[in-house]
């Protein structure tokens, strides 16, 4: 079965509006998940880091402001991209390691965001 | 910095034909190394991996890789393609700090 859910799984808002994606591991605390944002027909991009009980890491050229993360528990984290513009329209894809210092890592099954 | 490279962009392979897509790294030390599978608009499932040992790795459906350290490759191999096995495969690896650094991709298409 999943190890990781997302939801939703398929969005679409206007532009200007915000948008919260949460993802959820379902079988194991996860004091960490990443955040992936994967345009069409391209790779996957590490967006960020999210860390429970702390503030996220964001790679570089990631307007934190824009794409707000929150990891209230060990097993949800939630990204939102806020001010939605229609170039932010992407997959979105989280992962949560394995283990505590683990690189294999389980992946949610996307969000697809529309912004019109 | 690390960093990966599939080469291929699309690959069009006959069903029942073997299978080889390229994947070459840039890492300063030993590698932790991933091939992915994604089917349209999924999410991503692990085929194989390499942290150490045996350079030939045996993964899911099939799959196989081989690490070269002397060629920094981690080829994807499969004896025979099933039409099952269209999708994008994606070759990455561990980046420091649990990151994983993906390559651009490989579509593969399997003709009847």
């Known amino acids: 079965g999943a190890v990781v859910s997302q939801h939703p799984s398929r969005v679409i808002c206007k532009s200007g509006t915000s948008v919260k994606i949460e993802c959820r591991s379902l079988?194991?605390?996860?004091?960490?998940m990443f955040w992936y944002r994967q345009f069409p027909k391209q790779s996957l991009m590490l967006m960020a880091t999210?860390?429970?009980?702390?503030?996220?890491?964001?790679e570089q050229g990631v307007e934190k402001d824009k794409f707000l993360i929150n990891h209230a528990s060990l097993t949800l984290s939630t990204l939102t991209v806020t001010s939605a513009h229609p170039e932010d329209s992407s997959f979105y894809i989280c992962s949560v390691p394995q283990g505590q210092s683990s690189y294999e890592q389980y992946f949610g099954p996307g969000t697809r965001l529309t912004v019109t | 910095a690390q960093s990966v490279t599939q080469p291929d962009i699309h690959i069009t392979v006959s069903e029942g034909a073997s299978l080889e897509l390229r994947c070459n790294y840039s890492?300063?030390?030993?590698?932790?190394l991933f091939w992915y599978v994604q089917s349209p608009g999924q999410g991503l499932q692990l085929l194989l991996k390499y942290f150490s040992g045996d350079t030939l790795v045996q993964g899911i459906k099939g799959f196989e890789a081989e690490f070269k350290r002397s060629q920094s490759s981690f080829n994807l191999r499969k004896p025979s393609v099933h039409w099952s096995d269209a999708a994008e495969y994606f070759c990455a690896v561990g980046g420091g700090f649990q990151k994983l650094v993906f390559g651009t991709g490989t579509r593969l298409l399997v003709s009847p």
């Open positions: 999210s860390n429970e009980g702390s503030k996220a890491t964001y």
């Open positions: 890492y300063g030390a030993t590698p932790y």
């Open positions: 079988d194991f605390q996860a004091t960490t």
